[in-house]
């Protein structure tokens, strides 16, 4: 089968390509046509089809994925604009957190009728694909329309919730649509793959830690690559990915011109973004990783730690990273009401800044430092996060940043070369 349909031209999003060019010339002609936004200008793939009044979906039945983060240039949400234009969904899906965006980490906001526009919300985190599919053959949704705005990690669990869906729709034969959005953290691949003996609902499938792909791209690699073994060798009915206009691979999110809204509760800023893909590894520590603070993730601490975690860190010199010194006291969490010290990440420069290799020096640092403190998670979730007990083994055992970092060098290169024929955005 050809593993490049997805790259057809969209019968959704006028004017995009078709396969005779390539993507860096769709970017080109997306900015000199201007539509809607003008040269530098970058557009997601919801203003897209809402620019032409959501007219191609008029006479589907939609089911939309979604979440706070499916918002229009303007803010207006993408079922609000949907709903206003005439073009009803059957039914919305909310992912962790829910789909308003009221539940904290690990929470969903369960089954209710959407009181703004009186849709049907189903609870699609942690659902299997079996029970997806029951809910989208129950709400008679034709077609799912994807739209939540991922951060770049393997461990977050919005592309998961996607990839249930895909799996859903491949067994209902449904249509999957997604509307594209820029990978905050920028384009490029980073760190371990998972080993599929270590899958979970932070890791299903063996892609990078740092993917370094856009929804929309990776839901043709999920299609080509994994979708089949689970479905019995099936595909996608149908997959069409709107894509971003004006995104380059090297653009973060600062250089967008988008406004960044908080893709879950405890990702508040995009500068708490640039560090997640590294240092939510110390959810499987017994340090703080920062929630119940204003600055989770990049706030790092347990109590007892002292001002000789930031000396070792900095003495390191990271490019592109301050390692601050910082005192803090969780209101949720972790060490709830006691003092903790440790450090915040300060990203000094973000094209130099490695988010992975940094949350590696500070787990070595930190053992190093505090030995009676640091510890892993009795559980070993970290092995969970990191996608393998290679990380936990090799830290016991006393490597070094170097030597734990370039454990993964030969499949960083694999997923990287795996992933190539996928890419939307040069």
């Not at 003495?315 to 910082?326: D, K, Q, S, T």
């Not at 505090?370 to 083994?393: I, M």
Request: aromatic share 8%; proline share 7%; hydrophobic share 40%.
């Amino acid at each position: 089968m050809d593993r490049r349909r997805f790259l057809t031209a969209s019968t959704l999003a006028a004017p995009l390509l078709s396969t005779a060019a390539g993507p860096a010339t769709a970017t080109r002609q997306n900015e000199q046509q201007g539509q809607p936004g003008g040269p530098g200008r970058v557009t997601a793939g919801a203003d897209v089809l809402a620019a032409q009044g959501w007219r191609s979906l008029a006479g589907r039945k939609v089911g939309v994925v979604s979440n706070p983060t499916g918002v229009l240039r303007d803010g207006t949400h993408l079922v609000d604009s949907m709903v206003a234009a005439g073009v009803r969904p059957v039914a919305v899906f909310g992912p962790e957190h829910g789909f308003r965006g009221t539940a904290q980490a690990g929470g969903s906001e369960g089954d209710y009728l959407d009181p703004r526009t009186r849709l049907p919300v189903y609870d699609a985190y942690g659902a299997t694909a079996a029970k997806l599919a029951g809910q989208l053959t129950k709400a008679g949704v034709d077609t799912v329309l994807f739209d939540i705005a991922d951060i770049g990690a393997r461990f977050y669990t919005y592309i998961w919730t996607m990839y249930s869906a895909m799996h859903a729709a491949a067994l209902t034969g449904a249509a999957f649509v997604v509307l594209d959005r820029p990978n905050p953290v920028g384009g490029e691949a980073f760190g371990p793959t998972l080993d599929p003996a270590f899958a979970s609902g932070v890791g299903r499938k063996p892609i990078a830690q740092q993917h370094g792909m856009t929804v929309g791209e990776l839901a043709g690699l999920f299609d080509a690559e994994f979708l089949p073994a689970d479905t019995g060798g099936k595909r996608l009915p149908g997959l069409e990915v709107v894509r971003v206009r004006g995104w380059r691979r090297d653009q973060l999110f600062a250089e967008t011109g988008l406004q960044w809204v908080m893709p879950s509760p405890n990702v508040p800023t995009e500068q708490t973004a640039l560090a997640y893909p590294g240092t939510c590894l110390f959810e499987g520590t017994v340090f703080s990783e920062g929630r119940g603070t204003t600055r989770p993730f990049e706030i790092i601490g347990a109590p007892g730690v002292d001002w000789r975690w930031a000396e070792a860190l900095n003495a390191l010199g990271l490019p592109g990273v301050r390692l601050r010194e910082h005192h803090f006291v969780p209101t949720f969490g972790k060490f709830v009401g006691e003092a903790c010290g440790g450090v915040q990440v300060h990203v000094t420069d973000p094209r130099r800044f490695d988010p992975i290799r940094t949350a590696i020096a500070m787990i070595v640092t930190a053992e190093l430092a505090h030995p009676d403190v640091f510890g892993w998670r009795p559980d070993n979730y970290v092995d969970k996060l990191s996608g393998s007990d290679r990380l936990r083994r090799m830290v016991d055992a006393g490597a070094g940043v170097d030597e734990v970092v370039g454990a993964w060098e030969s499949e960083q290169a694999a997923f990287r070369g795996l992933r190539r024929e996928y890419l939307l955005y040069r």
